[in-house]
């Protein structure tokens, strides 16, 4: 297992398997294909090539006998289940294109940034180093059938957008998800189906006497033309040692007929033990010896391992160290359909088994998966509560909301109602409000066992920090529920209150928009006392930007500036920009800009804090609210009266939702009647509002104005009138010139 380089400050990296990087080498005796390797090394100016067909057509070993002919080198990625999470697949990517070309330093940092945004950020980095390398790659992605629709597949098709000179991207599967009719019609993609593939009656004889069938030629012949070419079923003859042409399964009889013949002519030669062994270990999709140990209770998997490697039973390596393996999608299938077989009870405990040792090895997503394939809710719970802070500070918090939902689901979260309180906490935090209220219902059904005897300590951690940062009771219970909560958590029996100096800090907010401001600088310099020099780069960074806010409300410029500039170096040292806090991190940086008449460098500063202004919502209302007046405030210095009049009427959508926020009513108020005596500028705001927002990141994708509003759940004429809405402000008639004009304003990563 690899790690990236620098674990980020906050959150552990993608976890890297080496076995989805390791490029397959051919095995001996392997059957050439010139014709198909011509064709690829003429592909001329094509950047996309597409093998596609269903399972044993020699897709792999074609691609396999291409890297090992051509003089470019291979970045080579298989592609599983869950590379349908875009930050999973984007960092796999990388790292494969790293190991063959470096890559600057800026993709790994989009990477690791919290909460950037894979179209409007991170796939822009990737795509602009891989289209600027110094000598040309060719990325194979295999096994893309894996891939959803969704945010991956979008990534890799305007990834595949970004290929230029004798680069190429190599994309194999048994169906191809990516779309590829316009490239087509383009010329700009070399395609390798079914036809392609297929073995002629010569290429089914070196097929045939490779794998050590040497059967007469008319035999040969009638091999070929049974199974139309498909190199499974000639392998699968040539494995039996039979001339009983009639006995090859036909490629059009579909699984069931294959895996017949597999039970006929393969399984039934084995010995009972190494039968017994391929069908409990086919619950894993990749073999090691001692995983196998683990799952099956025995001490001798090296040698089973070495031995059906030897006798070709369709293990395939997965690394050249011949640790790990897997077995042939076909052959796996009839493995699992026999253990199946066996009785329901059978795999489920396997994979448990599989899960105890993924978990002990540490890689904790790895045995949460195959804890979900045993139905083990408990244990998927556990594991999840136990990521969901690594998760979030990834960006990865879909894939974490994913599995919440999939213990929801199974009416189990009331066994683990830390996970309510910790999903409604990362929901409040990701601009899900409505989500955020129905998980924080749900953990405010078992508040009872905060106090209860032994009562879950990160329960009541979790839970009262969600409150306090969620506001939903006002000013007042939020201070009461920052400042009461370290004896209802040391109640609960929690020893280690690792959410103690966030609840410092929402002391600090609450007294300051209580009108306290000497208590409000005390907490907000605990706060600081408590999160400098840890991994807390966010929280510390809302902290001084905070005191930078209290310091201008007194007037106090000279320490203001200091305290933003320090916020705004903490964020750019922890590559956390795109993080929700970092808002009013540029929003302090911008006020204290425009106070020193640099309006260039406010407008520069405003335009990074409206990137990430869609994760604000009514769910942490008092951050929504004073970093939307805090934005006015520049609006209004820099001359953009309708600027500031849009964000003060989202401040003030927030107020109606929570009215209680103490000097932040009167703030808005103040304003609204300020930008209102100012003249409006002739030209109209650039200001796009928290819904065009959400799209803006979308115009870099291949999605139409449907796509779009597939993916946000909205009606295509909403989407539509945003986007001319969008265009409007900023300008422009076409989406090119948007995202142009919105990289100029830093609302996209430039």
Known sequence: MLRLPTARPGGLPVEILESKLYRPTSRPGVVPRPQLLARLRAAGTAPTVVVHAPAGYGKTTLLTLWAEADDRPFAWLSLDPRDNDPIVLLTHVAVALDRVSPLPGEVFDALRSAGASVPGTVVPRLGAALSVVP???????DDVHHLLDGPSLDALVTLVGHVRGASRIALAGRSMPVPIARQRAQGRTVEIGVDDLAFTEHGARSLLRAAGADLPDEEIAQLARRSEGWAAGLYLAALSRTPAATALPLRDHGEWHVAAYLQTEVLAGLSPDDLSFLTGTAVVDRLSAPLCDAVLGRRDSAAVLDRLRQDNLFLVPLDGRGEWYRYHPLFRDLLRTRLDRSGPEQAPALLRRAADWFEADGQLETALHHAQSAEDVDRVARIAIALSTPMYASGRWSTLMSWFDWVDARQAVERHPAMAARAAYICALTGRPAAADRWADQAERWSDRITAGGGDGAFGMVLTTTRAIMCRDGLEQMRRDADDAAGLVRAAGSSSDT????????????????????????????????????????????????????????????????????????????????????????????????????????????????RIRPLLSHAVPWFAVSALLEMAEVSIGVGDANGARHLIRDAEAVLRRRPRLGTLVDQANDLRHRAGALQAAGTGSSTLTSAE????????????????????????HTVKAQVWSMYRKLGVHSRDAAVARARVLGLLDA
């Open 499 to 610: 959410e103690y100096p966030m609840r410092v800090f929402l002391s600090g907010v609450a007294n300051l928009f209580l009108g306290d401001a000497g208590a409000a600088e005390e907490r907000f310099a605990d706060a600081t006392e408590l999160t400098d020099g840890t991994l807390r780069t966010p929280l510390l960074s809302a902290v001084l930007s905070y005191r930078a806010m209290l310091a201008v409300g007194r007037g106090d410029w000279a320490e203001a500036e200091v305290l933003a500039a320090r916020a705004l170096a903490v964020t750019r040292s922890a590559r956390t920009e795109s993080h929700g806090t970092s808002i009013v991190v540029f929003t302090m940086a911008a006020r204290v800009a425009q106070h020193r008449g640099e309006v260039r460098l406010a407008k520069a500063h405003l335009g990074e804090a409206h």
């Open 693 to 716: 927002l959400r799209i803006l990141p979308l115009l870099l994708t291949h999605l139409t104005v449907a796509g779009i509003a597939d993916r946000l759940f909205l009606s295509r």
């Open 135 to 141: 000598r040309p790659v060719v990325l194979v992605l």
